[in-house]
Structures are given as C-alpha cells and as structure tokens.
C-alpha cells in the first residue's frame, strides 16, 4: 500500500502551522536541528527537547488552515495538539529518510526509550513517517498500550490504522476504543473498515455489559449495521424498545444501514426517526453528539 501522506504539500502545511506558533528563535532552532541531525543521537536529543524550547501550549491553526491538513492527510486533524506534539511530529516528517535502514533505527530508538508526551508525538506521525508499511507493528502494539494518551493519538482523527492496520489489529482497536471509553466518533474509516467480524465481536462485548448490568454505547451499534442477521437482529430489536432516546436511534441508524428484511422492517416501525434519518437530521455523528451532550450535563 503506497502512502499519501508523505506529500510536499503536507509537509509545506505542517511548517506553515508551526512557524505561526513558534518565536523566530525557535523556527531557527528547529531547523537548525533538522539541518544538523544526519546522527541518530543528535537527532534524539533534538526531539526530547523540544518542550524546553516551545513550552506545551495549545496551538493555534485556522479553519483553512485544518481543511488543507484533512485534505491533504487523509482526514488528519491537529486542532488539538500541543505546540511540542506539533514540533515533534515536524522533526519527524522532516527527517532524512534517504537511508532506509538508519531512518528505521533512529525513530525505533525513540519508541523503546519514549515517555507519555514522546510516545504521542510518534504515534502522531505515523502518517508523516517514510516507508508507513514499516510501522504497522508499532502502531498495532500501540493499540495494546494502556496509555490512555497514547491510544487516544493513535485512535483519534489519526488515519493511519485505517490504512495500514490489518483486520485483526483493526478490530482490536475499535474494541480498545469502547472498552477505554475514547471517542469512537473520531476513529478516522470507522464506517469503511466496519467488517463481519467486527461486528460480532462488539455484540459479544455488549452481551457481556448486559450480563453484568453494565451500560453499552450506543455507537458500537454503528459498526453492525451492515452485517445484521439473525444473530445480531435480537441485539437491535432490544435497542428498538428500549426506553432510551439514544438507544432506539441508534438501533433505527444500524437498520438503516442494512439490507436484512427483518431489520428494514423494523425501521419501518418507528416511522418519526426514520424520517429523521431520511432527512439528515439524524446520523451517527450527529447522535454522537448528543450523547456527549448529555454526558457533559
């Protein structure tokens, strides 16, 4: 699978954004770094200091500013990065990949000695990174990390495991996400990658919640909607009379998105979200929405 991440015009965006945010003593610093780190240690020493020269703040980054990034990135959003996550990953898409087998060592070093703030930076890059098959491993071995922030850089408005994770190390991921409670919504190809698999893995999981009384997120329902059948229906056919807005919204999205008779059917029964459906006032990142909503209340 070739990247389209590692483009130019990715990399004239990122600059552009970090110049922006940086004094002009830093900008000069960080390309001074990137000029001088053809060595591995240099390199490393650079990117551990970058929090000594930026500080941790918000960055700032326009609207057009984010619509070239998820244009050009393939749905990469940075509107919520720190200003050392930005830098780092900046050294990262900067650096001389020419010598394939070097380049490979000197990130992998960052990865077996990174803590909390580095390990996000990495994870960060990954659709910046040069040879991005290299780094399915890493990022599949991410996924099993229990850093919360390091699975939310990995997960979150990142299109890397979209690309480059293989069905398996996908499915453990989407589990990961609701099983750590971190925002589904922003798994960029949740919809596209939703498998058969998949979908019966998370009924089994929310069999599971249910057993123990526990509550299920709705949106797990958003990966079955395809793949609805006689095993999963019964799941959707509780959802359907459920007492919970939520609930029965999301059963009427999943039958939405089936082709299943029995589930097209029972669309048909609740007439007034169907509607909703039918006319855009209701999807799957709109009733994410509202479910945050009334979590924040």
Known sequence: MMSHY???ALKILLSAIVRQNVTPEVWNWLNDKVSQTDGSRQFNIAFVSVPRKTGKSLIGVTEEQESALRKEGAGLTIASWTIDRLCRVWLLAMLNSADKARYFQTIENLFLTAEVGELVA???????????????????????????????????NN???????????????????????????????????????????????????WAAKRPVNPQIWRC???????????????????????????????CSDSHYPPAQELLNKMPGIKSS????ELNWNILAEKIKNHVLQ
């Open 159 to 209: 299109p890397y495991p979209a690309a480059y994770l293989n069905e398996q190390a996908w499915n453990q991921l989407v589990l990961k996400a609701f099983f750590t409670e971190k925002p589904v919504e922003q798994i960029i190809g949740l919809d596209e990658r939703a498998n058969p698999d998949l979908a019966k893995t998370l009924s089994d999981y929310a069999h599971e919640r």
């Open 6 to 8: 590692q483009s130019e």
């Open 122 to 156: 990495l994870y960060s890059a990954l659709p910046v990174l040069a040879y991005p098959e290299m780094w399915s491993k890493r990022c599949a071995e991410g996924v099993r990390s229990n850093i919360g922030a390091a699975l939310e850089a990995i997960m979150c």
């Open 224 to 254: 079955t909607g395809k793949f609805i059948n006689a095993d999963i229906f019964p799941d959707i056919e509780r959802l359907a009379s459920s007492e919970h807005d939520f609930e029965r919204e999301a059963a009427a999205l999943a």
């Open 277 to 280: 459906i039918t006319s855009g």
